[in-house]
């Protein structure tokens, strides 16, 4: 038996969003000052789509139906948070905000890749802002990107 068929790792599965509204992303500055989109772990039952709708209209106070959310890719982040014996398995989706109301922090592509993010999302995030559809997997240690495989998807 495998570590996760013995209980011993864990597969956390989680959504993040970067919904977009005339060339800018709403992005997110977490306590340790490193910037992200908007998301979280899925909830016992929910799909990987509800649960983007959910997180963000509970993070951005912005309500969205389903249809203004598109799939964007997936990442899998291997023994991500060592400690706890965690893979998170993300689920990246993009939405379209026609209001973006009074939340902050819309940011251009330029301006995000310039701010404080995860190593990895310099990698992914090219793919988000051109809409192409990718897969990838991202190794961390000690809070550092020791490697990467990150692939586009074509149908």
Same mark, same amino acid.
């Not at 899998?76 to 993300?90: C, G, I, L």
């Not at 090219?126 to 000690?142: D, L």
């Given at each position: *038996?495998? !570590?996760?068929?013995?209980?011993?790792?864990?597969?956390? !599965?989680?959504?993040?969003?970067?919904?977009?509204? +005339?060339?800018?992303?709403? *992005?997110?500055?977490?306590?340790?000052?490193?910037?992200?989109?908007?998301?979280?772990?899925?909830?016992? &039952?929910?799909?990987?789509?509800?649960?983007?709708?959910?997180?963000?209209?509970?993070?951005?106070?912005?309500?969205?139906?389903?249809?203004?959310? +598109?799939? *964007?890719?997936?990442?899998?982040?291997?023994?991500?948070?060592?400690?706890?014996?965690?893979?998170?398995?993300?689920?990246?989706?993009?939405?379209?905000?026609?209001?973006?109301?009074?939340?902050?922090?819309?940011?251009?592509?330029?301006?995000?890749? &310039?701010?404080?993010?995860?190593?990895?999302?310099?990698?992914?995030? !090219?793919?988000?802002?051109?809409? +192409?559809?990718?897969?990838?997997?991202?190794?961390?240690?000690?809070?550092?990107?020791?490697?990467?495989?990150?692939?586009?998807?074509? *149908?």
């Amino acid at each position: *038996m495998n !570590p996760f068929e013995q209980g011993q790792q864990k597969i956390i !599965p989680a959504t993040l969003i970067y919904a977009h509204h +005339q060339g800018t992303y709403l *992005m997110m500055e977490h306590k340790d000052g490193v910037w992200n989109g908007l998301g979280g772990k899925l909830e016992l &039952g929910e799909s990987a789509l509800q649960c983007a709708v959910r997180e963000f209209e509970e993070e951005s106070g912005i309500r969205l139906g389903a249809d203004a959310f +598109q799939w *964007m890719g997936f990442i899998a982040f291997p023994n991500f948070k060592s400690h706890k014996h965690e893979d998170w398995w993300v689920h990246v989706f993009v939405a379209e905000v026609s209001d973006p109301g009074k939340t902050a922090h819309w940011k251009t592509p330029e301006e995000i890749l &310039g701010l404080k993010l995860w190593d990895g999302d310099q990698k992914f995030l !090219p793919y988000v802002f051109k809409r +192409q559809p990718f897969h990838g997997t991202f190794w961390y240690g000690n809070g550092h990107l020791e490697k990467f495989e990150l692939m586009k998807i074509t *149908m």
